[in-house]
């Protein structure tokens, strides 16, 4: 059984930073896909969009365009625990950030949220304009 718990979420101003933290309790964490997925206000499961996936055997990442050369996602095993470093954060971006895991060596790692079967309680993140 994965356990995924979010921290790091909070409030910032238009071009702040914020690092988004997800401890992963799991043996196996060596053998997951794992990702980064927000849901914006008013949507619904269906808008849970995929962020960032990482592959934690290879470290194989994958970015959403809208997030491409701001946020980067990197897991620290030692730690057993994966980050998002979100930089230049944009109103666009505030949503409820969920943590993700999938029993599965798919490569690359799928962006597909209901492809994930394990899942963090979410940390929320406010962008002021």
């Known amino acids: 059984q994965v356990q995924l718990v979010e921290s790091g979420g909070g409030s910032v101003q238009a071009g702040g930073s914020l690092r988004l933290s997800c401890a992963v309790s799991?043996?196996?964490?060596?053998?997951?896909?794992m990702g980064w997925f927000r849901q914006a206000p008013g949507k619904g499961r269906e808008g849970r969009e995929g962020?960032?996936?990482?592959?934690?055997?290879?470290?194989?990442?994958n970015y959403a365009d809208s997030v491409k050369g701001r946020f980067t996602v990197a897991r620290d095993s030692a730690k057993n625990t994966l980050y998002l470093q979100m930089n230049s954060l944009q109103p666009e971006d505030a949503a409820m950030y969920y943590c993700?895991?999938?029993?599965?060596?798919?490569?690359?790692?799928?962006?597909?949220?209901?492809?994930?079967?394990?899942w963090g309680q979410g940390t929320q993140v406010t962008v002021s304009s």
């Open positions: 799991d043996y196996t964490y060596s053998s997951y896909c």
């Open positions: 993700a895991a999938a029993l599965t060596r798919r490569a690359p790692c799928p962006t597909n949220s209901y492809a994930y079967g394990y």
């Open positions: 962020v960032a996936t990482i592959a934690t055997g290879s470290g194989s990442t």
